[in-house]
Each structure stands twice: as C-alpha cells, then as structure tokens.
C-alpha cells in the first residue's frame, strides 16, 4: 500500500477497495490479533494469525499486515517488502481511521535484544517499539535496504552497543523516517545513518543522548523535525561527501546544535546562515506534555505553520490526521505544515483535579477553529489500554462510542452534550464512582463537535483524552 505520491482521496478509495475486495494475486492482506486462541489463515480478522511474525512471514512480497492492538515480543523480521500497519481494532479494516496512539500495537524487546529489523523496500506504520538493546547495531530497529519507510512510530528506551541506540540506517539510498517519536534511547545516537540520502521528516527527538548522526557520502535531508532536551547534539554531519539539506526544523535545550564536517554550529542563528539551511528556529516549542509523550502542539506552539511543505507523501501526521491544516496564520492560498509530528487543529481536552474513586474530574474542552458549536462526550472504564473508534454514531441525540479495551467492553457511565462558548470552550465534570475497585483502571473520555443541525450518522472523533483511577 505505497501512499508517498499519490493523492488522498485517491488513496482512500484504494485503501478501502483494496482491504474489502477479495484478496488478488498480486497483494494480499494479512491480520494478527493476540487474542485470537489460536493462528487460522490470517486472511479475515476471523481467522487472524496471533503473532506479527507469522504474518509476515505468510507475504511473499508487498502484502500488508494489519495488526490489533496488544504488547507483542520481539525480535521481528520484516522482509520482501512487507507493509505494517498498527491503529485499527479487530473488525476495521480501512487503515486511513487507524488510531496508532490510541489503539497500541506495542513491540517490547524486554531488554533482551533488537526489537525489529526490515529490509529493501518494507514500511512499518503505526508501532511502538520499546526496550530495545542490541548486541550490536539498532537497538529499536534496523533498516537494511533501500526503499524502506517508517511512519507513525514511537521509540522508547532503546539501547545499542553499536550505532543507533533506537535506529540504524544502512545498504539504503532513500529511507524516509517521518512523523515519528525517538525518546529515552541510550548513550550515543539515537538514530544513525551508514551514508545514502534519508529523509527525516516531522519527527520528534526527545530526552536522547545524540539526536541523528550521518556517516558516508549522500545527501541527507532533514525537514520540519524537532530536537528538544537532548543531552547531545541534535545532528552530525561528520564525513566530507555529506550535503545536508537542514530546513524548517526546531531546536531547543539541547547540549549543542549541529555539527557539519566537524565544526558545531553554535545557534540557530548561525546554522540558517549556510546556503543548505534555512527558516529553522528556537525557543519553548510548547508541547502538551512531553515528558508524557505527548507531543501534540499547545495553540500557542511557535511550531505551528513553521514547517516545510515540500514532502508530498507525508499527507498524515502521527494521529493519522490530513496535513498541513490553513489555520490562516500566514498569507497565501494554503500555510505551510507545522513541524513536528502532530499537527494543529486547535482542538484540546485536557483533565484536572483528583483522579480518586468518588472525585469530580474536571475536562476542559476547545476547538476554537470548528464550525459549529454543539459537541458531544463520553466517558468509559477498562482494566487496560482502552481502544475507541475513530467514530461516533448518533442516534437522536444521544452518543454511542464504540469503546473497548482489548477485547473487554467497559462500562459506558456518562455521554453528555452540550455547546461550546463564543471562544470554542466548555468545562464540563464527570463524577467518578465511589467505587474502591476502580483504583488503577484506565479512564477514558472522547468528545466530537456536532453539527447543530444535523444530529445522526457517522462523526469523527474530535480528541481523546486517557488517565489512571489513583
């Protein structure tokens, strides 16, 4: 399911075709769900296989293996141009409503090796990759080929002894790294590149040692990327056939700035001086909350329409949104994206106050750029990870979310709607069960923006928001 320079609604019509149609010869669909008893054919969510593995192992070259959420182990091998793709529950099958941040598919190495390795022409959508360490080279993954694309993925805590604490790059010309989250990883690179002309794109480097490191001839790109608290340099471009292109990418608090044929840039003043560099900038990127992960960009973020919108294949950001979003900021017929993996749409939820059985939990909700005022919420419980669909039915005028949590429906307690003020806001409350047995269940609450008129059919959810009962 190649989607780097197509258009969108061409694509989504092919997605769909494509993943309902019966399986042809020339590419063929594959499912896992952990929960299954046991393997089938892996050719319906029904007969799912239980392991990625498996999966991939069933394609002979350019199939697609769709994966339900659940904490898999490694090591995974990803061969003859096998496409991955996480977000989607079991009984979806259009992978544009993935959720990847909400619905999990987790790859956790445990510590006891390299998580996933991928070879010419493989593309991984949508993963969490965590507690890496390699005996060698990519602690998180290793790229061997050419052609390979890494979409939506999250690294954490990954180790190497060799290059690339999380990933990597090496025998590849043309990797694309995009939309993706590198954070925790080890002592040394986070990611590191064996020469070829990679493409960095609207990644997020976080709480790393090193940022990226390039070795060999090429001409490596890097676009729209933020390198924020690292311990190290956000990049270096030691070798002397290196012609880095570094634009549109955000620095801040990091231990240096860039290094080009082993002289450091000293800010970000001077690196948009060279002819190869420009329109890069400093300063509090204003996430949500990064030490959570949480790289969504607050209304206020400098990162907003700052990006570079030259990458006609990155159409998507982490949460499987359309970019670049025009929220009018700059003059022209479109604004540019912004940098970084998520992009803005000026819709927040956020929750305050005690998170105890019994409690009032305050939500504050805004979408200051819809079209309409009238929104809709609800809440649920679940014992883990709580998976919603990226849709609500409406009957009447009551909500119906499709929540579940691996498998287990929780109890749906409270839908609520109402509207939203002149600003785009609302702070409504949820009341907690008094309930002892709830402590340390997931708390899970989703809100979408109605239309005032027209209140049944099919919304797409607006945001989501997850907390723990303490």
């Given at each position: 399911?190649?989607?780097?320079?197509?258009?969108?609604?061409?694509?989504?019509?092919?997605?769909?075709?494509?993943?309902?149609?019966?399986?042809?010869?020339?590419?063929?669909?594959?499912?896992?769900?952990?929960?299954?008893?046991?393997?089938?054919?892996?050719?319906?969510?029904?007969?799912?296989?239980?392991?990625?593995?498996?999966?991939?192992?069933?394609?002979?070259?350019?199939?697609?293996?769709?994966?339900?959420?659940?904490?898999?182990?490694?090591?995974?091998?990803?061969?003859?141009g096998a496409q991955l793709y996480g977000g989607l529950r079991p009984g979806?099958?259009?992978?544009?409503?993935?959720?990847?941040?909400?619905?999990?598919?987790?790859?956790?190495?445990?510590?006891?090796?390299?998580?996933?390795?991928?070879?010419?022409?493989?593309?991984?959508?949508?993963?969490?990759?965590?507690?890496?360490?390699?005996?060698?080279?990519?602690?998180?993954?290793?790229?061997?080929?050419?052609?390979?694309?890494?979409?939506?993925?999250?690294?954490?805590?990954?180790?190497?002894?060799?290059?690339?604490?999380?990933?990597?790059?090496?025998?590849?010309?043309?990797?694309?790294?995009?939309?993706?989250?590198?954070?925790?990883?080890?002592?040394?690179?986070?990611?590191?590149?064996?020469?070829?002309?990679?493409?960095?794109?609207?990644?997020?480097?976080?709480?790393?040692?090193?940022?990226?490191?390039?070795?060999?001839?090429?001409?490596?790109?890097?676009?729209?990327?933020?390198?924020?608290?690292?311990?190290?340099?956000?990049?270096?471009?030691?070798?002397?056939?290196?012609?880095?292109?570094?634009?549109?990418?955000?620095?801040?608090?990091?231990?240096?700035?860039?290094?080009?044929?082993?002289?450091?840039?000293?800010?970000?003043?001077?690196?948009?001086?060279?002819?190869?560099?420009?329109?890069?900038?400093?300063?509090?990127?204003?996430?949500?909350?990064?030490?959570?992960?949480?790289?969504?960009?607050?209304?206020?973020?400098?990162?907003?329409?700052?990006?570079?919108?030259?990458?006609?294949?990155?159409?998507?950001?982490?949460?499987?949104?359309?970019?670049?979003?025009?929220?009018?900021?700059?003059?022209?017929?479109?604004?540019?994206?912004?940098?970084?993996?998520?992009?803005?749409?000026?819709?927040?939820?956020?929750?305050?106050?005690?998170?105890?059985?019994?409690?009032?939990?305050?939500?504050?909700?805004?979408?200051?750029?819809?079209?309409?005022?009238?929104?809709?919420?609800?809440?649920?419980?679940?014992?883990?990870?709580?998976?919603?669909?990226?849709?609500?039915?409406?009957?009447?005028?009551?909500?119906?979310?499709?929540?579940?949590?691996?498998?287990?429906?929780?109890?749906?307690?409270?839908?609520?709607?109402?509207?939203?003020?002149?600003?785009?806001?609302?702070?409504?409350?949820?009341?907690?069960?008094?309930?002892?047995?709830?402590?340390?269940?997931?708390?899970?609450?989703?809100?979408?923006?109605?239309?005032?008129?027209?209140?049944?059919g099919v919304k797409d959810i607006t945001r989501t928001i997850e907390i723990?009962?303490?």
């Amino acid at each position: 399911m190649r989607h780097r320079t197509a258009s969108l609604p061409c694509l989504a019509a092919a997605a769909v075709l494509l993943l309902l149609a019966a399986p042809a010869a020339a590419h063929r669909v594959f499912f896992v769900d952990p929960s299954v008893a046991q393997s089938g054919t892996g050719m319906d969510w029904s007969t799912a296989f239980k392991t990625i593995q498996e999966g991939i192992d069933a394609s002979d070259g350019d199939d697609t293996v769709i994966i339900a959420p659940g904490v898999y182990a490694g090591p995974i091998t990803v061969r003859l141009g096998a496409q991955l793709y996480g977000g989607l529950r079991p009984g979806q099958y259009d992978v544009f409503k993935r959720q990847p941040l909400i619905n999990r598919v987790v790859i956790d190495a445990r510590g006891a090796g390299r998580a996933m390795t991928m070879d010419v022409g493989c593309e991984l959508n949508g993963l969490w990759i965590l507690n890496g360490n390699a005996s060698g080279d990519g602690g998180g993954l290793l790229v061997d080929g050419n052609a390979t694309f890494v979409s939506g993925c999250v690294f954490v805590n990954c180790r190497a002894s060799g290059n690339g604490q999380a990933i990597h790059v090496k025998n590849s010309i043309n990797a694309v790294i995009e939309n993706c989250i590198v954070a925790y990883s080890g002592v040394g690179a986070a990611i590191t590149v064996a020469g070829g002309s990679p493409e960095f794109v609207n990644n997020a480097f976080f709480r790393n040692d090193d940022g990226i490191s390039f070795t060999g001839t090429g001409a490596p790109a890097l676009a729209n990327n933020s390198f924020y608290r690292n311990g190290g340099r956000a990049a270096d471009f030691p070798a002397t056939g290196a012609s880095p292109s570094i634009e549109n990418n955000h620095f801040d608090q990091n231990g240096a700035l860039v290094r080009v044929l082993q002289n450091d840039i000293p800010n970000v003043a001077a690196l948009n001086a060279f002819t190869w560099a420009q329109y890069n900038l400093g300063g509090d990127p204003r996430f949500v909350d990064a030490n959570a992960l949480d790289f969504a960009l607050e209304p206020d973020s400098p990162l907003i329409d700052t990006g570079k919108d030259r990458l006609i294949w990155s159409f998507l950001d982490i949460a499987v949104q359309i970019r670049p979003y025009d929220d009018k900021r700059v003059a022209g017929p479109s604004s540019p994206r912004d940098i970084g993996p998520h992009e803005w749409f000026g819709t927040k939820l956020a929750a305050s106050g005690p998170r105890t059985p019994g409690s009032i939990v305050g939500l504050a909700l805004a979408a200051p750029n819809a079209p309409t005022r009238a929104y809709a919420g609800a809440c649920a419980f679940g014992p883990g990870p709580i998976a919603i669909d990226s849709r609500v039915i409406f009957l009447g005028a009551d909500p119906l979310f499709f929540l579940s949590a691996l498998g287990k429906l929780p109890t749906v307690f409270r839908s609520f709607v109402g509207s939203l003020d002149a600003a785009g806001a609302a702070s409504p409350s949820i009341a907690l069960p008094p309930d002892a047995r709830l402590t340390g269940q997931r708390f899970l609450c989703a809100f979408v923006v109605l239309d005032p008129i027209e209140r049944s059919g099919v919304k797409d959810i607006t945001r989501t928001i997850e907390i723990t009962i303490q």
